[in-house]
């Protein structure tokens, strides 16, 4: 079963940082964190990251958080950082 349904290969992405940091449900990413991975991704323009980032929002897969900036991960993304494990 596929969670993380049509979205953009951008929020694979995204999703796939908070795995690599190992975040959990409740946790939060850092926003220098994941910006420090962004930097690397050179196909992907500012308007596509945003965009999957509201994306990501709207699906409850993460909120975004204001102090300390970044983004806690919600159920639904944790759920999907799960299915990946297997």
Known sequence: MTILIST???ARKIMEVFRYFRTRKNE???LKLLLSKRSLWR?????????????LIEKGYIARMESPTGW????????????LER
């Open 43 to 55: 196909d992907i323009k500012d308007e596509q990251f945003n965009e999957s980032i509201e994306k």
């Open 28 to 30: 939060y990413l850092a």
């Open 8 to 10: 953009t290969s951008t």
């Open 72 to 83: 806690r991960l919600l159920g639904a993304g944790d759920a999907y950082l799960k299915q």
